[in-house]
């Protein structure tokens, strides 16, 4: 049985922190103290996503209809009118959802869509999720996707841990 081999360059992250995850041979030099930081959510204290937001949501964006990503675009914008700076925002995109953060998509998807997700990113820190098992099955690698949104090895996994971390989730 041979080993999988690893192609994505860039690192993934952890759904929750955002923190990149080390590879195999850095984890295992990490010392106890590091790891016990990192445990506590040291690592992204003052980041607007974690235990210091009082409202946190993740939305799941998993198709293409533009209908259906204006309404969750819609809902991510209501949230942050109703809570400024009181709430962190991920948008995990996977399957036909993917589309909206790739840098060309390769469904229609409106131009203008794609500039209220990065505005939404880019001003408000909305973390857009990008699901790297669908990359994996698009033949995409990391420079398909657009640079405000982060990359995860699998999405389901980012939203169950976004959910553990005290995550209100929302599906359409």
Same mark, same amino acid.
């Given at each position: 049985?041979?080993?999988?081999?690893?192609?994505?360059?860039?690192?993934?992250?952890?759904?929750?922190?955002?923190?990149? @995850? /080390?590879? *195999?041979?850095?984890?295992?030099? =990490?010392?106890?103290? !590091?790891?016990?930081?990192?445990?506590?959510? &040291?690592? +992204?204290?003052?980041?607007?996503?974690?235990?210091?937001?009082?409202?946190?949501?993740?939305?799941?964006?998993?198709?293409?209809?533009?209908?259906?990503?204006?309404?969750?675009?819609?809902?991510?914008?209501?949230?942050?009118?109703?809570?400024?700076?009181?709430?962190?925002?991920?948008?995990?995109?996977?399957?036909?959802?993917?589309?909206?953060?790739?840098? @060309? /998509?390769? *469904?229609?998807?409106?131009?203008? =869509?794609?500039?209220? !997700?990065?505005?939404?990113?880019?001003?408000? &820190?909305? +973390?857009?999720?990008?699901?790297?098992?669908?990359?994996?099955?698009?033949?995409?690698?990391?420079?398909?996707?657009?640079?405000?949104?982060?990359?995860?090895?699998?999405?389901?996994?980012?939203?169950?841990?976004?959910?553990?971390?005290?995550?209100?989730?929302?599906?359409?």
């Amino acid at each position: 049985m041979t080993k999988p081999t690893r192609t994505d360059p860039r690192p993934t992250q952890n759904a929750v922190t955002g923190e990149r @995850a /080390p590879d *195999r041979r850095r984890r295992l030099a =990490l010392t106890a103290p !590091a790891a016990l930081a990192l445990a506590a959510g &040291g690592a +992204r204290a003052g980041s607007g996503f974690g235990d210091e937001m009082p409202h946190k949501i993740v939305y799941q964006l998993n198709q293409a209809d533009p209908e259906y990503i204006g309404h969750i675009l819609n809902s991510v914008s209501a949230m942050l009118g109703k809570y400024p700076d009181q709430i962190a925002v991920a948008v995990v995109c996977f399957g036909p959802g993917i589309h909206l953060i790739a840098k @060309a /998509p390769q *469904r229609p998807i409106p131009e203008e =869509l794609r500039q209220r !997700a990065k505005g939404q990113a880019e001003f408000y &820190g909305v +973390r857009y999720i990008a699901c790297g098992n669908t990359m994996k099955t698009l033949g995409w690698g990391p420079e398909a996707i657009e640079p405000f949104a982060e990359i995860v090895e699998v999405g389901a996994a980012a939203i169950m841990e976004l959910q553990e971390a005290g995550y209100a989730y929302l599906a359409w």
